[in-house]
Every structure is written in structure tokens, then in C-alpha cells.
């Protein structure tokens, strides 16, 4: 069964100038063990529909319209006390910046083997004021939760876990922080594992090993991924499929090798433009022009036109759905679409 389905969904920030619709008619499905990318620049959309995913929209920001379901139930018909248990539970995060998502006071192996411990079948759950809970789980270091905690550091290698499991959160270097952020959110063996730029504060060698990890992991611990970033490169190292996101909306979908192969949208293909490859020199790296725009009553219909090198008058005025891409050529759809109007089936370009 399809593990998350998002359909239609519409998450609007009200602001004194007007509404921010910051995520707009998204659709986006994860299958069992799959890395699904969500790529796209900064303010496109990313992390605004995780936490619309996750349930953490802040106020007054929220969800007018769509659905999104885990495992074929929908997440928005439950109550809070429901989408907490599903949080850090069956769906886990992992945030960019680890420091501000580990908590200074506590060693990393407490941590992880609180989470351990909040997420285990109902009866052995507990719901205790944070000092009582500290002192429970600081006293059990023979207790199952805290082997649990240094499996979980062993399976994100770090090493000497036994030891390293007392260490506080400064005592670990950058990439150690966020393997211990990873194994605090495989702790729970959640079935979806939502990784916000997990890798950007990296260096490219310990950037590529979590990524190695991350993959191993999947398979170790059964989990679905979706893999939030802003650079295509990780997205090429590890996802099976991508969204391109832009503006709130997704602009393309297709198979990981398919889109970086024969990417269609005017946007993927300016994000593959500028994006460094060790096989051609830096100065043949083209920007694309121009910013996000502000997802203030957009007034185009294709929100990318400014942006674009094809647009025609016809992009700023007609709404470009979801094209199937190769449906010209064997006549039938697939699942690599892009929403761009010069596109898709020859009879419907314009
Ligand atoms: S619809 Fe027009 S402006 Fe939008 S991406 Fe396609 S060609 Fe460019």
C-alpha cells in the first residue's frame, strides 16, 4: 500500500499584505522503501509542505484545501492527541541544523533512548514531566532503551557508541550530530522519514557518507524517505524519484535518472544548468535569472514566466497543468510529467 499521499493540497500563511499561498495544489505519493526528492530553491515550497505533512504548520498559517493520507488514512480528520503519536512515531524528521533540534542538556544516548521509549506499543508510552522522564531514562543505561540507543548510534556509525551514547550534543562534531539526529528519528522504525536538508551544513566527504547511510538505512530499518533539499546533486546520488518544486507547486515529476537525463520544465533544466558537476569547469555554470517570486496573489499563470527563456504571452495568461512528457511518442502517459506548456504531447503545445 502507498505509504503517503498528498492530493490537491493548499497551505496559505494570512499576512497584513495579503495571503502567502506557500504551498499550492501539490500531489505527491511515497511507495514502500522508496527515496522520493523534493528539490527546488529556497522559498519554493519544501518545508512548508513538510510541516503541512508532519502537522507542525504554525499559526496563523494552515491547510484550506486537499488531503493527505498515510497509509490510506487521511491525516487531517484526526485529533491532535492522535497526530502527535504519528509524529516522531510511524513519520519521523530530520531537520538541517541538529543543534537546534538536540536538546544541550541531555547526552545523545538519553535522547535517543527517550524517543526510543515514547514511541514503544501503548502501555509502555509515557507521558511524565520532562525532569521525572530525564531521571528515568538517565537511570536505565542497562535498560533495554538504552541499548537501544547505542544500536541506533552503531547503525549511523559512530564510533565507539558505548562510550560516545554519554556524550553531550557539543561533544559531537557537525556530521556526528546529524547521524545522531538520523538515529533518533529511526529510532521509533518510523515507516516514512522526512529529511529536511540533511546534509547542507556538511562537507561534501561526511555530505556523501550520510547519504550512503541514509540509503543503507532505508533498507535496514524498512522506511519510505522523502528527501528535501536544495541541491540537485543529492538528489541525483540517492533518490529513486523527484518532485521539482517551484512557487508552491510542482513543476515536474519523473523517475530520478529519467529527470536528470531528459529533464523537460524550463525550471529542472536551469536547475541542472547551475548546478556544479565535477565533469565540466565551474565557469560553464549558468544562474538562472531572477528570485523566487513573492507567493503573494501571483499574478501569472505560469509562475515561472518571468524567469523563463520561452515564455510567450500565452504562459503569463493560461494555467499549465501536468503534461505526461513521452505520451507523443508511444501513446500512452508515464509517469514523468511536467507542467509547462511547451511541452508534452506535440497536439497540445503551444
Ligand atoms: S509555461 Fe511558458 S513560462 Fe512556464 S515554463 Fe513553460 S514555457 Fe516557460
Known amino acids: 500500500m502507498t505509504v503517503l499521499e498528498v492530493d490537491g493540497l493548499h497551505t496559505r500563511f494570512p499576512t497584513p499584505r495579503g495571503t502567502v499561498d506557500a504551498v499550492n ?40 484545501s486537499g488531503d493527505i493520507r498515510l497509509h490510506g488514512e487521511s491525516l487531517l480528520d484526526l485529533p491532535e492527541s492522535k497526530r502527535r503519536e504519528i509524529r516522531g512515531g510511524t513519520i519521523s524528521m530530520v531537520f538541517q541544523d541538529p543543534m537546534n533540534s538536540l536538546n544541550p542538556t541531555l547526552t545523545v544516548g538519553e535522547q535517543i533512548a527517550e524517543m526510543v521509549r515514547l514511541h514503544q506499543p501503548v502501555g509502555e508510552s509515557v507521558s511524565l514531566p520532562a525532569e521525572l522522564k530525564r531521571k528515568l531514562v538517565g537511570s536505565s543505561k542497562n535498560g533495554q532503551a538504552w ?9 549511523v556509525e559512530i564510533p ?52 550512503d ?91 515561472f514566466a518571468p524567469r523563463c527563456p520561452e515564455a510567450t504571452r500565452e504562459c503569463y495568461e493560461i494555467d499549465p497543468n501536468f503534461r505526461p512528457v513521452d505520451a507523443d511518442t508511444d501513446g500512452e502517459s508515464n509517469d514523468h510529467v511536467a507542467a509547462c506548456l511547451r511541452r508534452g504531447p506535440t497536439e497540445e503545445r503551444l
Open 25 to 64: 495544489e501539490v500531489d505527491l505519493r511515497i511507495e514502500p522503501g522508496e527515496i522520493v526528492g523534493l528539490v527546488g530553491e529556497s522559498g519554493s515550497g519544501k518545508s512548508v509542505l513538510a510541516e503541512s505533512i508532519m502537522g507542525i504548520v504554525e499559526e496563523p498559517g494552515e491547510i484550506a
Open 147 to 155: 541499548r537501544r540507543a547505542i544500536e541506533m548510534l552503531e547503525s
Open 160 to 211: 565507539e557508541p558505548e562510550t560516545r551514547a554519554s556524550d553531550y550534543p557539543h561533544e559531537f562534531s557537525g556530521g556526528m550530530r546529524q547521524r545522531a539526529m538520523i538515529a533518533m528519528a529511526l529510532a521509533a522504525e518510523p515507516d516514512l522519514l522526512i529529511a529536511d536538508e540533511p546534509t547542507t551544513a556538511l562537507d561534501v566527504t561526511i555530505q556523501a557518507q550520510i547519504l
Open 213 to 303: 547511510e541514509l540509503r543503507e538505512l532505508k533498507d535496514a530499518f524498512d522506511t519510505s524517505i522523502l528527501l528535501i533539499t536544495h541541491d540537485l546533486a543529492v538528489v541525483s546520488e540517492v533518490c529513486d524519484r523527484v518532485n521539482v518544486m517551484y512557487a508552491g507547486e510542482i513543476v515536474e515529476r519523473a523517475d530520478a535518472t529519467e529527470l536528470f537525463s531528459d529533464p523537460q520544465h524550463p525550471y529542472t533544466q536551469g536547475l541542472i544548468a547551475s548546478t556544479p558537476r565535477l565533469d565540466a569547469p565551474m565557469d560553464s555554470l549558468e544562474p538562472i535569472d531572477g528570485n523566487v517570486p513573492d507567493l503573494i496573489d501571483i499574478p501569472f499563470a505560469c509562475h
